[in-house]
């Protein structure tokens, strides 16, 4: 699957605003609703314009992909943290006013389904970036073996000894 195409999968995080309306509604405490409701929409903007500012390109520009993959883990970090510690259990710091009811229809289809798709087409991009970065790595070395393959990492035939300009080989003499 392309990084395009990835990254498109990350413009429906606006759909998490649905944390702040639930938040308006006194369903979700606030501690939690600002940071994933904002970081969903901030990552799924963000995916929108790397998208639109880079169609006629083949390819999204490196920066533009790790802006919206960390955007989009920070996102995910932040949600979990203030979810879990906003959850009644032993877990729970904070003592919000408003009960955290994250688990309850329609905001429990985001965690329990659609974050889980978002770790999923992340995960792929990360590899497939980290792919691409090895082949560039791969690409540069073999270049570098055509141009002198003596020289390349300091790769020698065995037995090549250094010899100075004009001395003559005296082992195979």
Do not use: C
Request: hydrophobic share 50%; no cysteine.
């Amino acid at each position: 699957m392309s990084q395009r195409w990835l990254v498109g999968l990350q413009v429906w995080r606006v759909i998490e605003g649905l944390f702040l309306i639930e938040m308006a509604r006194g369903n979700l405490p606030g501690m939690f609703a600002y940071p994933a409701g904002i970081g969903d929409i901030v990552v799924g903007v963000t995916a929108a314009v790397a998208l639109i500012a880079y169609r006629s390109r083949a390819q999204l520009p490196r920066a533009a992909l790790l802006t919206v993959l960390v955007l989009g883990v920070a996102d995910f970090l932040g949600a979990f943290f203030f979810g879990f510690t906003a959850s009644k259990g032993p877990q729970q710091l904070f003592f919000p006013e408003v009960t955290n009811d994250l688990l309850l229809f329609p905001t429990g289809m985001i965690p329990l389904f659609l974050v889980p798709y978002a770790i999923f087409f992340h995960t792929l991009s990360w590899l497939s970036l980290r792919q691409a970065a090895s082949s560039i790595v791969q690409n540069r070395s073999s270049a570098q073996e055509r141009r002198d393959p003596r020289s390349a990492y300091g790769n020698k035939p065995q037995g090549a000894k250094p010899q100075l300009a004009g001395q003559l080989d005296t082992d195979t003499a």
